[in-house]
């Protein structure tokens, strides 16, 4: 059974940064998802499990960077120039396929809370 936990999440003010982490108890694909209330969750970045490959989402382009640490279970997504619109429950997910199909992410985190102030 795959196991994610995450953290990092916090109340920042609009142009901060920071920067979630996800540890996983194997090696899989692995992306970050987030939910803001009353909208549907939205696929933000994706990461291959060896780290080659990423995708991240059109919104979050150019701000935001997935990456892989060194031990390889350990994705982190970097958050830069930090929007109020970004404020959402953001969660970790392992996938059982690629990193950029949505339906093969099956494996979800707890989530943490970003806020971003204005």
């Known amino acids: 059974q795959v196991q994610l936990a995450e953290s990092g999440g916090g109340l920042v003010q609009a142009g901060d940064s920071l920067r979630l982490s996800c540890t996983a108890s194997?090696?899989?694909?692995m992306g970050w998802f987030r939910q803001a209330p009353g909208k549907e969750r939205e696929f933000v970045a994706g990461?291959?499990?060896?780290?080659?490959?990423?995708y991240h989402a059109e919104s979050v382009k150019a701000r935001f960077t997935i990456s892989r640490g060194n031990a390889k279970n350990t994705v982190y997504l970097q958050m830069n120039s930090l929007k109020p619109e970004d404020t959402a429950v953001y969660y970790c997910?392992?996938?059982?396929?690629?990193?950029?199909?949505?339906?093969?992410?099956?494996?979800w985190g707890q989530g943490t809370q970003v806020t971003v102030a204005s």
């Open positions: 997910a392992a996938s059982n396929g690629s990193y950029y199909y949505t339906p093969d992410f099956q494996t």
């Open positions: 194997g090696l899989y694909a």
């Open positions: 990461i291959s499990w060896f780290g080659d490959r990423t």
